[in-house]
């Protein structure tokens, strides 16, 4: 994501959070009103089967959801384009360690040894990692916690279709964002090279990932599902280094292979159900 957002950079970020957000809406309430009516039909039906204090907690649920992912993206969105590559990139590398601890705390998910020591050898690379100025540090941890908290919502809810909810989830950070965007917004954008990006963004880089990241999380533990978002700084260091020409120096590159070893031993037992069954 980090490619498409340097490239329209030239924008303000509460600009490209704002059609981001916009577009997501059209595209997705497009989809659910042309070929999943029938699901929506369906969560219409179980919410009004709720008893009060039940759709008062999935209301408020539902709100909270909205204003942590909305959260998240304007922080990731300023960070990548007024703090730092390496801040935003950093805030991924918190992230699961604090989904872990969340699910730990809060859902009473059972850690393995083998899983603590995993999120150890994370938190041995972060620290290498974590050589930056406070104000990335701080940066990242912002980012990361409107995630972590986000993540743990979304395994609270349950029974309810998970695309109809991002459409809801959508609505409700396209309010957020409304009043705002009326207030302090500049002129409307016609540039089609910004166009091309902000659907490649709303399509690609919003409405799968958090679609997929909903689904994964109705069978998998947010910390499993916590410590895959690895992935992504590994997947940032690739793309800086090879893509952006930015240097990396050695104990960078240590870190980050520590990164990859935490995410193969966290899924260990993950990894040996899969050859497993392949044999």
Request: with cysteine; hydrophobic share 60%; net charge positive.
């Amino acid at each position: 994501m980090s490619i498409p957002l340097r490239n329209i950079k030239g924008f303000p970020p509460q600009e490209i959070l704002y059609y981001r957000i916009f577009v997501s809406i059209v595209v997705v309430w497009g989809i659910i009103l042309l070929f999943r009516k029938s699901a929506l039909n369906r969560d219409i039906e179980f919410f009004k089967a709720l008893t009060p204090s039940k759709k008062v907690k999935l209301l408020a649920l539902t709100i909270l959801s909205a204003i942590l992912i909305t959260g998240n993206w304007f922080t990731y969105i300023y960070a990548v384009n007024s703090v730092s590559l390496k801040a935003a990139a950093f805030a991924y590398m918190v992230c699961p360690l604090l989904t872990a601890l969340c699910g730990f705390i809060i859902l009473k998910e059972q850690l393995t040894k083998a899983k603590v020591a995993a999120l150890v050898v994370a938190f041995v690379s972060i620290v290498l990692l974590a050589t930056g100025s406070l104000k990335e540090v701080l940066w990242a941890i912002l980012i990361a916690a409107f995630y972590a908290v986000y993540v743990i919502v979304l395994k609270v809810i349950k029974d309810i279709d998970k695309f109809n909810f991002l459409g809801i989830q959508l609505i409700l950070s396209g309010l957020m964002m409304l009043p705002a965007y009326l207030s302090n917004s500049n002129v409307f954008p016609t540039d089609s090279f910004f166009w091309i990006h902000i659907f490649l963004i709303a399509i690609v880089f919003t409405i799968i990932p958090l679609f997929l990241n909903a689904y994964a999380l109705l069978g998998m533990p947010s910390s499993a599902l916590g410590i895959l978002i690895y992935l992504n700084p590994i997947v940032a260091f690739t793309v800086a280094f090879f893509y952006f020409k930015e240097e990396i120096d050695v104990h960078q590159l240590f870190a980050y292979l520590l990164l990859l070893l935490s995410i193969v031993i966290f899924n260990a037992q993950l990894l040996q159900r899969i050859v497993y069954k392949k044999a």
